[in-house]
Every structure is written in C-alpha cells, then in structure tokens.
C-alpha cells in the first residue's frame, strides 16, 4: 500500500514562492521498509553545499537511475514522488535530474544553499522514527537570507519546494544517536 491513511498537503509561502509540505504519502510500514534499505546504503563523504564549502564535507549516497528501477518497492517509491511533484508543480516542465541519499549525524555543519535551477527539489524524510527532542528541522530563508520558516524531519513526510529557494538541511541534536536520513530528488526544469 502506497498511501497512508489519509494524504495531507499544505503549503507555505516565501516571497510568492510555494513550499508544500505532504504527509501520508506513504503507509508506515512502507516508511519502515525504506529505512530499513536507505540505511545500509554506502555513503561517502562527498558532498558540499555550495562552491565556497567545498571542504565542508557532507556523508551522501547518489543513486543510480538503474539502482531505483532494480527493487519494485524503489520503484513505486520514486514513481509516487515523481507524480505528486508533478501535481503540485504542473506547469514547470521537469525532468528528474539526481537522486541522492544524505546522511547527517550529530555535529554535522549544514550551511544554506540552492539546488537545481531552475528547478524543483522533493526531499523525502526517510527515518521511521523522529522524536521532537532530536530537532533536524529543515529550515527556508526569505530573499533576505533570513530563516523563514522550518520544516520538522517527521517520518515519511515529503517537502517539495523550488530549487532557488536558499535552505538548510537540518542537524540532529545532541541527544539524538542515529543520522538524519533524507533523499533529495532534484528536478532539473526548461526555462
């Protein structure tokens, strides 16, 4: 089962730009499943936020295209992230352009950033469980570089957002002892 009980969108506005936050996309056990083979993925401490950070190093795993096509359970998962952003993002014409896995521990530095752009960014939350006290927020700023608004990393929940929107990927705390897992789908748009 794909959905959970009940599909819930709502969406928030930065300086005339929609962010829509989607809860129930996925059943639980779905949820749990997907953990459970996102992490044991191999990570590599390859990633950077921006071109001044390149030495800011961040754990990641890019998928393949072929990998998501090799598991049915991947492939409806891919699929299904695929539509909704379609359907909450109908007139930008875009092409899924990278998949990648990030894996933020404790005392990881997250600094703010874009993604594609043009573009549209659907980051899954992939933990089957999240305690408030482990915080992780993902937080957008306004065009005056000013924290805007945090998204909390809830299991399953999927943020889908343009890729010029600056944001920040969400740290956990102290008291937190496993990685923030997310997956970034990233989609490249026609001007």
Partial sequence: MTHGSQVLVSERRIDGHSIHIVDGLFALDLVRMLHEILRKLQFSLSDYDTDETKDQLHWKHEFEPESLEALPLLRLWRDTVVA????????????????????????????????????????????????????????????????????????????????HILHRGGVPSRVCFEPRLSVAFKFAADE
């Fill in 84 to 163: 909704k952003t379609g359907e909450l993002f109908p007139r930008i014409n875009a092409t899924l352009a990278r998949v990648h896995c990030n894996n933020h521990p404790y005392g990881d530095l997250q600094r703010p950033h874009q993604d594609i752009t043009p573009g549209v960014t659907a980051l899954y939350f992939a933990n089957a469980v999240w305690s408030q006290d482990w915080q992780g927020e993902m937080v957008f700023f306004d065009r005056d570089e000013e924290p805007f608004y945090a998204v909390a990393p809830k299991p399953g929940r999927v943020v889908i957002f343009p890729g």
